[in-house]
């Protein structure tokens, strides 16, 4: 049954095959970006893959990540191992390393004017303690003068939701909201055509016992808690690590402040990073599958799994 979409600015409308519910497309008169709506709610509950045929339009997410690649890139398939969804959390290594250059440049530079006045003094007898003064003040001034310019030139590394490798139709975006958190760290995530969904943040207190993760929505009402699924097993891998994957890191994710168990984020026991998100527990679909896949990637990316 065809999809009627209709451009929000020229308002032309659109009859599409089933196949483009849920995505974006460009319109051919004004070139606006259009969000194809989803089929009806019976339409979607009655279809072969449970409410839709859009790419989160199911339960269960399998996420491989691509080896070999400088960049953190995944792939998320279906339950037939058909390709629906590319992720991307670019390095930028080219940036990084030079913002690091330009820190040393800077540090090197605060550290000769520090002990400048020394080698001025250098043979006056009674001046001496100027050169202990300006090494003693030198390096410190130095590093925090390295420190501060890489954190001022190394970008954010924000995170990048495609259609598929092409990278031609994004559709969601989770953005590193602060370069340095001590306590706190927080990721915004937007659809490129309605706004921001939501908000994740993660306390780094909480994960020194057991790590975990909190989603809210645009209003700040919670909307469901990603942590760690055993507080014991949690215990054991601060202590002895990863154990050569036999202690892998699994997620539950709960409704908030309850235990209720809505959605898990395994990690499968294979030499590379795969993952099965599945959120069959979600019956009622609270979560939106957007905010989870979001989610499940920067459980990864976000505690170096």
Known sequence: MPVVATCNVCRREYH????????????????????????????????????GSGPFDRDRFLVNQ?????????????????????????????KGLLAVFAGIVVGGICFTLSVLPAAQFGNHPDLDWLGVLGILLGFPLSIAAILTVVIYLMPKRHIFIYTDDTKTDLLLEVLQDQKVSFIRATYSVLDPVEGPLGKFQKNYLYNLIRKRWDAFSTDGTP???????????????RLLGPLFGFLRTNYIFLRPNTDTVIGEFNRKFTLFDRYVLDLTADRAHEIDRRIAVALGILLDTGERR
């Open 223 to 237: 909307l469901l808690v990603a942590r760690e699924d055993s507080l014991i097993l949690s215990l054991l891998r």
């Open 66 to 94: 691509k080896r070999i690649s400088i960049s953190e890139k995944y792939y998320i398939m279906d339950e037939d191992q058909t390709p629906i969804l590319f992720v991307e959390r670019p390095a930028h290594l080219l």
């Open 16 to 51: 599409l095959k089933d196949d483009f519910a849920g995505r974006k497309v460009k319109c051919q008169d004004c070139g606006s970006v259009i969000l194809v709506p989803m089929t009806s709610l019976d339409e979607a509950w009655n279809s072969p893959e449970g409410y």
